[in-house]
T-cell receptor, first 114, second 115 residues
Framework: GESVGLHLPTLSVQEGDNSIINCAYS??????FIWYKQESGKGPQFIID?????DKRQGQRVTVLLNKTVKHLSLQIAATQPGDSAVYFC?????????????FGKGTHLIIQP | IAGITQAPTSQILAAGRRMTLRCTQD?????MYWYRQDLGLGLRLIHY???????GKGEVPDGYSVSRANTDDFPLTLASAVPSQTSVYFC??????????????FGPGTRLTVT
């Protein structure tokens, strides 16, 4: 299958600054995208999702942007905190509503500098 | 509510041995999944189940089997373990609605080492 990937494996930001994590996907049939946060030794934790009929979705301190023209997905985290340090994965689903699992990117390690 | 539980937490297994990783969810989700996570490769789908009684193959199904006898349990079996199956295994579940996909909830993982 086609893959979901990430531009940068590690991102270092100052505490209080905004973070932007990017993701490129190649399957134009993908219709659902999710961002997960994974802390060391734990399972992935849902952050936010977006469907292909949307360009932007906001949550608490997080925003996901979807650009279908260039097949690009980004996660913006406002006013980053030490607790935001983790690996962030984007994932896609292109099963048209079916539950055949997600295709994950390789992850970006977000490091918060004090 | 416990969510998703996995057992064991970790295991060291001799090559050639049979092993079943257990996964139980109490959220009455109809869909369940098994992923493996390896450094540099992210999470990859092994098998999935849309509903009790049905299963399907994911991206990396070889060497693994699953069953879904009821809604809550989704065990993953390695019939004859090999070192390349050393990984962290995550079970997940989600609600599946008609024409809708919902977020997947992940368990804490099982760290398996095959020697």
């Amino acid at each position: 299958g086609e893959s979901v990937g990430l531009h940068l494996p590690t991102l270092s930001v100052q505490e209080g600054d905004n973070s932007i994590i990017n993701c490129a996907y190649s399957n134009s049939a993908s219709d659902y995208f999710i961002w997960y946060k994974q802390e060391s030794g734990k399972g992935p934790q849902f952050i936010i999702d977006i469907r292909s009929n949307m360009d932007k979705r906001q949550g608490q301190r997080v925003t996901v942007l979807l650009n279908k023209t260039v097949k690009h997905l980004s996660l913006q985290i406002a006013a980053t905190q030490p607790g935001d340090s983790a690996v962030y994965f984007c994932a896609e689903n292109n099963s048209g509503g079916g539950a055949d699992g997600l295709t994950f990117g390789k992850g970006t390690h977000l490091i918060i500098q004090p | 509510i416990a969510g998703i539980t996995q057992a064991p937490t970790s295991q060291i297994l001799a090559a050639g041995r049979r092993m079943t990783l257990r996964c139980t969810q109490d959220m009455r989700h109809n869909a369940m999944y098994w992923y493996r996570q390896d450094l540099g490769l992210g999470l990859r789908l092994i098998h999935y189940s849309n509903t009790a009684g049905t299963t399907g193959k994911g991206e990396v199904p070889d060497g693994y089997s699953v069953s879904r006898a009821n809604t809550d349990d989704f065990p993953l079996t390695l019939a004859s373990a090999v070192p390349s199956q050393t990984s962290v295994y995550f079970c997940a579940s989600s609600v599946l609605g008609r024409d809708s996909i919902y977020e997947q909830y992940f368990g804490p993982g099982t760290r398996l080492t095959v020697t």
